[in-house]
């Protein structure tokens, strides 16, 4: 996967949600360089007016902000069945094998990665088992 600087770990929270904050990064990296964006999965908000939102210049919690107002609201409850299932994405799923392959694409063998949130981060650089960021409030 090539490099793409200034991405946010997938689990740099913003308000309720992971990975806000890494689809804010990623948004913003590919309208640098195109206009297509793919439509948000947590908040359902119309492809057209992501870029409008993402490059306004706003912070990441303005951008919720302004996603719950333009997509589906989502409750408490709804935020934290999400943030556990994101979290343990490839982990004894049906993602495992391709998560293993992955791996091995990345050149990241010997890298205790359970989870594709653990292999954006030791792809970017990051340490998620030394840094522990699931423990961040």
Not at 1 to 13: A, I, N, Q
Not at 30 to 53: F, H, Q, Y
Not at 79 to 100: E, H, P
Request: aromatic share 10%.
């Amino acid at each position: 996967m090539p490099y793409v600087p200034g991405l946010r770990s997938p689990y740099d929270k913003v308000g309720l949600f992971w990975p806000h904050a890494r689809q804010n990064s990623t948004t913003r990296a590919t309208l640098a360089t195109t206009s297509e964006v793919k439509r948000w999965a947590v908040l359902p908000v119309s492809r057209d007016r992501i870029p409008g939102a993402c490059g306004a210049g706003g912070t990441d919690k303005d951008i919720l902000a302004w996603a719950h107002a333009h997509g589906t609201p989502r409750t408490d409850e709804e935020c934290v069945i999400w943030n556990r299932f994101m979290t343990k994405a490839g982990w004894r799923d049906d993602r495992s094998a391709r998560l293993q392959q992955l791996v091995v694409e990345y050149g990241l063998v010997g890298k205790p990665i359970e989870t594709v949130f653990d292999l954006f981060d030791y792809d970017e650089g990051r340490d998620p088992i030394a840094e522990r960021p699931w423990l961040r409030v």
